[in-house]
């Protein structure tokens, strides 16, 4: 049946990867492109970046962590469930060549993005150095997947748990001063950790794309709450990205715009736990 | 005398009262009932040139509907209706008549029929006791695949299923409608009524496949090789243009499509409960364009506490509508155009920096252009700002595809065939994508033209 979950893991606390049937997506999918989902009939329409597709078997694959109330409902959805909506792949795909040295950052949940990326600039001959982060040892996702994968793998944790103590713009920034040289610099992950890799690789006039994950509604073009300002331009990241050159985004904005709703996104989590709380009547 | 002034004066449709309507998102209009109706019907004078049939674009039997409702027969009158136009309900309630069929109405020596309102109760009254579904032409066994389940996609499916030939719609958003669902919001146009009318489409056999985009998930060539003989392209102009001012990007500015979005399509005014989906209205609501009258309308039902609109010339919509809005409290400011935003440290709009306008000189043709009057600057502050100018089409199916499907790069229209409508080789187009934002009776018709050059397409291939 189409959007029925096929496979369900629990790769870390809170994270949650899922497999599911939908062919018509499979088929058309490249990397870098995302789906949007809702859940049940009153549900939100949430973007979720495509980790993995096979056009034989007719799934996609998703990785979430259960932060709001739409991923915590899709959370608790287990193999054999369906889906309410699903459409996709949308975005541009984002560009796989042949660079030479390449750098792919991932941070948080992202890393698996991350992954696929890397696989991607791999499988075309690219010479690929990973960096991952996150918050806790437990949180790295995909980390033995990438061993196996880049030519180089460095992993840092927020709490020194595992690996470097710090961020993956960190040890970027040891590399480039290091001497170390690249060709393009890919990173994906939370938006405070794409504007630092920014500013890492600035001075050093380093190709870096970025892929945002701003807010969004249809996903097609026609709300534009997911606009963001690109070198001065305004751009939706639904339809002209998601992927754009990091060092022209203007990151401050971007963060403004995903705080928008903050007070609601608390608010939804509460009535859909049933916490006893009021104070949304 | 008294009976005189029955004559004369056009039975007034009944609506919710005013403190009652921003309370809820229920609709205004109520519609008339059966007694109501009748006493409207007949008024009409039954002229034998009818200029109102003239007036629509659809050239409905008005004087023919109107004499079956006086003769009690309100679902033939219907049928009549449904014949040229597949929705009559929400045509009813949408049509702009004052300029269509009720300018044609030649009632000179007391007010014009309401035509709107007799449509729609004979239409209401047919939902409530069951469409009863046409005759089908034998299958012809071919297959036309339409793009976008608006009116003008609607139309198109309901015309060709009725001729026998196989449709399927597909529609990316997740429930079919196009604008009646997304743009139009429940106080003009419940979504219950748009169900009703989209379920007599698929009656006629019509098969609607939600969440497939057209351009991304599938491509018109892809609907060629699965079969399809022609493609229909009525994607709309949904698509919204932003002002180019700076300040547009801070957080509570929305576009009109993003605002409707939300509230039409997500429901967002029954969030947290009802919806998942947030809206932010608080304080006082600037509505940029002459388009805003409907989202100014939600903003007053969502909690503002002022709610402005800010144009140049002349709103958008029905005049009914235009004055509900004025009574429920919508605020108008003609003759101005935003200059920038203004945010606060939190990159939160706070103002909306406004220029006034005057008629500048007249152009060869005789057209005066409105031009800022020079230090007539002003300030509004406003925490949600609107969008609200122009629409663009949206045309990711026809650039998508390998057959050759023109678009025009100035005004982002399909460039179309006047005549058949068609594309490119069994690519037609029609509705906003084609002429630019419209309406939804025009979107009708060229869904219906575009139906029968399709018929006579499939014919011959």
């Known amino acids: 049946m189409e959007n029925e979950i096929v496979y369900k893991e629990e790769l870390a606390p809170e994270i949650k990867l899922m497999k599911v049937r939908a062919p018509l997506i499979a088929r058309k999918a490249r990397s870098g492109q995302f789906v949007i989902l809702r859940v049940s009939e009153d549900g939100e329409r949430i973007p979720l970046t495509l980790i993995d597709w096979d056009p034989k078997d007719g799934t996609i694959t998703l990785v979430f962590r259960e932060v709001g109330a739409t991923t915590k409902e899709l959370g608790k959805l287990n193999v054999g469930d369906v889906i309410h909506d699903l459409v996709g792949p949308l975005g541009k795909p984002g560009e796989i060549a042949l660079y030479g040295r390449v750098c792919v950052i991932g941070g948080g949940i992202a890393i698996a993005a991350a992954y696929e990326r890397a696989k991607k600039l ?129 990151f401050e904005e971007l963060m403004a715009r995903l705080r928008m709703y903050e007070e609601e996104e608390k608010l939804a989590i509460k009535v859909m736990e049933g916490c006893g709380c009021r104070s949304w009547m | 005398m008294q009976k005189l002034d029955v004559r004369l004066k056009q039975i007034p449709m009944p609506e919710l009262p005013v403190e009652k309507r921003l309370q809820t998102f229920d609709e205004v209009a109520l519609g008339y009932s059966e007694e109501q109706a009748l006493a ?149 146009l419940p979504k219950k009524v748009v169900k009703q009318e989209i379920d007599y489409v698929r009656r006629l056999g019509v098969e609607i496949k939600t969440n497939i985009v057209i351009g991304r998930t599938l491509t018109v060539d892809d609907l060629f090789d699965e079969g399809f003989k022609a493609v229909f392209i009525g994607s709309g102009a949904g698509l919204p243009k932003l002002l180019g001012i700076p300040g547009e990007n801070l957080c509570g500015v929305y576009t009109l499509n993003e605002f409707l979005l939300r509230v039409n399509l997500m429901r967002a005014y029954l969030f947290p409960r009802g919806s998942k989906t947030p809206i932010k209205v608080r304080g006082r609501v600037a509505i940029l364009g002459a388009r805003g009258m409907d989202a100014a309308r939600a903003a007053l039902r969502l909690g503002a506490e002022e709610v402005c609109i800010f144009y140049q010339r002349k709103l958008v919509g029905r005049v ?76 990711v199916a026809a650039i998508k595809t390998a057959r050759n499907v023109k678009v025009d790069e100035k005004r982002g229209t399909i460039i179309v065939d006047p005549e058949t409508l068609m594309a490119a080789d069994g690519v037609f187009a029609g509705g906003d994508v084609v002429s630019g934002a419209a309406s939804v009776i025009e979107a009708i018709k060229a869904g219906k033209r575009a139906a029968q050059s399709i018929h006579a397409y499939l014919m011959k291939h």
């Open chain 1, 122 to 250: 791999k499988e075309v001959g690219n010479y690929v150095v990973a960096i991952i982060g996150a918050r806790t040892a437990e949180q790295l996702i995909f980390r033995d997947e990438l061993k196996g994968l880049v030519d180089k793998l460095y992993v840092t944790t927020d709490d020194g748990s595992e690996g470097i103590k710090g961020y993956p713009s960190d040890v970027l920034k040891g590399l480039l001063e290091s001497g170390e040289k690249f060709n393009l610099v890919y990173a994906v992950g939370p938006e405070a950790l794409m504007k630092a890799v920014s500013e890492v690789t600035k001075p050093y006039k380093i190709k870096t794309i970025v892929s945002l994950n701003s807010l969004m509604v249809d996903g097609t073009g026609m709300c534009g709450c997911c606009r963001v300002t690109v070198g001065g331009k305004t751009m939706f990241t639904c339809v002209d990205g998601p992927e754009f050159d990091g060092h022209s985004v203007d």
């Open chain 2, 40 to 188: 409207e019907a007949a008024r009409c004078l039954q002229c034998t040139r009818p200029l109102c049939v003239e007036m629509c674009p659809l050239r409905i039997d008005v004087p023919g509907f109107i004499k079956l409702i006086r003769q009690g027969n309100y679902v033939e009158a219907a049928q009549k209706i449904r014949q040229e136009n597949c929705m009559p309900a929400v045509c009813g309630r949408v049509c702009p008549q004052e300029r269509l069929c009720v300018l044609g109405c030649k009632n000179v020596i007391g007010d014009p029929i309401n035509i709107g309102g007799l449509e729609r109760f004979v239409a209401d009254y047919e939902l409530e006791t069951g469409v009863t579904i046409p005759d089908i032409a034998p299958s012809t066994g071919k297959s036309v695949a339409i793009v976008g389940s608006g009116p003008a996609g609607l139309s198109a499916a309901a015309e060709l299923a009725k001729r026998g030939h196989h449709v399927v719609v597909f529609e990316a958003l997740h429930e079919p409608g196009g604008v009646l669902t997304y743009g139009i919001p429940e106080f003009r």
């Open chain 2, 320 to 395: 009914d509508d235009i004055r509900r809005g004025i009574e429920e409290g919508v605020k108008l400011q003609p003759s101005t155009k935003p200059v920038k935003l203004l945010g606060d440290e939190n990159r939160w709009v706070k103002l909306v920096e406004l220029v006034k306008l005057k008629p500048g000189q007249p152009d060869k043709t005789g057209k005066t252009k409105l031009i800022p009057v020079p230090g007539s600057e002003f300030l509004y502050s406003a925490e949600t700002v609107v969008i609200a100018t122009d629409h663009v089409p949206n045309t």
